[in-house]
């Protein structure tokens, strides 16, 4: 679901970009969801499992802005933290099928990526003064 979710956010989100470099982001961000609805959606076929409905039908042709590009990164990075932490990470651990569990690996992987292509561009545009990094040595002795 989350992917079905993200996928209209997203496109929605390509329609009223105003940075190129923003709606190009965005529009990549459909494809992989694209990819991975489908991948998820043919391993329920496979067991005879029914698939969710796509939502893209609540998606209007308004390209008029409601949110500024650094908003809808920021919303759209968050929703990659999400998915990787939260729904994959989850159903990753939970799932007693080395094929499933593999795929999760995979789709985390390549949400991964995308998310650090989006952290470029939020530092590009002086969004993000750079992306959250774990103390090391010295500076975490300095602190106590």
């Known amino acids: ?27 990549e961000g459909t494809r992989i969801s694209d990819g991975i609805i489908e991948d998820l959606t043919s391993i329920l076929r496979e067991d005879g499992i029914p ?6 039908a609540g998606v ?6 409601p949110f500024s590009d650094k908003l809808m990164m920021f919303h759209v990075l968050t929703l990659n933290s999400s998915g990787i932490g939260g729904a994959y990470g989850i159903s990753l651990a939970a799932s007693t099928r080395h094929d ?16 650090e292509k989006g952290t470029k561009i939020m530092m590009e ?17 300095k602190m106590h």
């Open 100 to 115: 499933i569990g593999a795929k999760y690996a995979q789709i985390m992987a390549n949400v991964e990526i995308y998310a």
């Open 1 to 27: 679901m989350i992917n079905h979710i993200g996928r209209v956010l997203l496109t929605g989100f390509a329609q009223v970009a105003k940075s190129k470099k923003v709606r190009d982001y965005m529009l």
């Open 51 to 56: 698939a969710p409905l796509p939502w893209d």
């Open 60 to 65: 209007t042709d308004s390209t008029v802005a």
């Open 125 to 141: 545009n002086g969004w993000m003064e750079e992306p959250p990094q774990v103390l090391k040595g010295n500076k975490v002795d």
